[in-house]
């Protein structure tokens, strides 16, 4: 009898470490697809390596190499193999649990750093359409402008007299008589993640909970394999 639960333990996992080898590809090649296709990375300029596109890129590798040492350890019953894929999804949980305690105790302080980080983008790309040239950063705002149907960080104003075509609510636009979003981009986005907040910390503690079942999971067989004298076969 526990011959057999161990033996469905063992398929299980190697299920769903091959599910989720599969899911960190595709989140893998999404990433790479917004790499080569978007240019959202100037609108936070000092975080501009950590723009969507390389966080779904790293997301992905961790993904599939995490789930991948899990299906191939619990396979093929490898003592190493399987305390490693314990470890990192440990490491893993405690990096997420930090991230999340940081956000939630220094969100004043987050709040100002992208307030600021937005204004020296937004001022940037005011000065990048002097000229009447399209820019990445302007790309970047008109993406978000259009997305939120928002104009500037606070209000149209921000952009002085150089206000996008992004921001224009009704036609015809670029006339003075134009009339454009009156809501600015950075409540918008403020007041949208405020609504996806509970959405996204639900998504943690389910990510967590499947983290911790991996970890008995692993150990469990790590367990058995090291009492039956399997070693650390390959």
């Given at each position: ?16 470490n091959f599910l ?59 003592r190493c193999l399987?305390?490693?894929?314990f470890i990192l ?146």
């Open positions: 009898m526990a011959q057999n639960c161990l033996k469905c333990l063992k398929y299980t996992m190697c299920m769903v989720c080898f599969m899911c960190g590809t595709a989140v893998f090649g999404f990433g790479v697809f917004l790499m080569l296709n978007t240019k959202v990375s100037a609108l936070i300029p000092t975080l501009s390596t950590l723009n969507l596109a390389n966080t779904l890129f790293i997301t992905g590798i961790i993904i599939t190499c995490v789930s991948f040492l899990g299906f191939l350890g619990a396979l093929k019953e490898n399987l305390i490693t894929f999804l440990f490491i893993l949980m405690l990096v997420e649990l930090t991230v999340a305690c940081l956000l939630l105790v220094y969100e004043k302080e987050i709040d100002r750093f992208l307030e600021k980080d937005l204004t020296e983008s937004l001022m940037k790309s005011r000065e990048s359409t002097k000229g009447g040239n399209s820019t990445k950063n302007t790309d970047d705002w008109d993406i978000i402008q259009v997305t939120f149907q928002c104009c500037g960080i606070h209000n149209t104003s921000d952009w002085k007299d150089k206000v996008p075509l992004s921001c224009c609510r009704e036609s015809p636009c670029g006339l003075k008589t134009a009339v454009y979003w009156e809501a600015g981009c950075y409540n918008k986005l403020k007041v949208w993640f405020e609504e996806n907040f509970l959405v996204t910390g639900v998504g943690v503690i389910v990510l967590c909970i499947i983290e911790v079942l991996g970890m008995c999971f692993s150990m469990t067989l790590f367990c058995h394999i090291s009492r039956s004298g399997l070693g650390y076969k390959l």
